[in-house]
T-cell receptor, first 115, second 112 residues
């Protein structure tokens, strides 16, 4: 089956602009999580959506937001971009059981560069 | 505080040598522990999880609750093991299972 698909793969934006990234999970997966990966901070959890509801949120400013649609596809938005937002943004999907975590499958990421 | 620490940024060994990638964690409660791997130009993927008690590609990891560690081991390294390895934890319960806390990662370099 198809893996997690993230679009676009690369983006260059100017400070102050906003950006929307998209993630299509594996068919049947209802949980989508987003992570920011930078050389200095590593992989940091942004938020998780499950059945169109945000279930978990990391320690990021309100400029970072997301949503999930009824088909489980998810988008994340970053408003008023700053240079420090330059990063690889990863999306992961999973089926998520009630107690035991199921495997998270990652996309290839969207490389965002803010200039 | 919830934290995963991988003390080594780079671990370089020769082919056939034993490998141990260290991981320590801090978590109030009973976490689930994982090792993820990222080979060059490939996606981040799950290598193994403690709850499965499995050995994948010759790698094993034992959860030591007393030392709060989950070190990854392999008795004989292969060149194809060269990759970035991330230790990660997740909480239990439906409200926590979607969030992974990652360590900073360790680059394993296996020399011929």
């Amino acid at each position: 089956k198809a893996g997690v698909t993230q679009t676009p793969r690369y983006l260059i934006k100017t400070r102050g602009q906003q950006v929307t990234l998209s993630c299509s999970p594996i068919s049947g997966h209802r949980s989508v999580s987003w992570y920011q990966q930078t050389p200095g901070q590593g992989l940091q959890f942004l938020f998780e959506y499950f059945s169109e509801t945000q279930r978990n949120k990391g320690n990021f400013p309100g400029r970072f937001s997301g949503r999930q649609f009824s088909n489980s596809r998810s988008e994340m938005n970053v408003s008023t971009l700053e240079l420090g937002d330059s990063a690889l943004y990863l999306c992961a999907s999973s089926t998520i059981g009630t107690v035991v975590k199921t495997e998270a499958f990652f996309g290839q990421g969207t490389r965002l560069t803010v200039v | 505080a919830q934290r995963v620490t991988q003390p080594e940024k780079l671990l370089s060994v020769f082919k056939g040598a034993p490998v141990e990638l260290k991981c320590n964690y801090s978590y109030s409660g009973s976490p689930e522990l994982f090792w993820y791997v990222q080979y060059s130009r490939q996606r981040l993927q799950l290598l193994l999880r403690h709850i499965s008690r499995e050995s994948i590609k010759g790698f094993t990891a034992d959860l030591n609750k007393g030392e709060t560690s989950f070190h990854l081991k392999k008795p004989f390294a292969q060149e194809e093991d060269s990759a970035m390895y991330y230790c990660a934890l997740s909480g239990r319960g439906s409200s926590n299972t979607g969030k992974l806390i990652f360590g900073q990662g360790t680059t394993l370099q296996v020399k011929p």
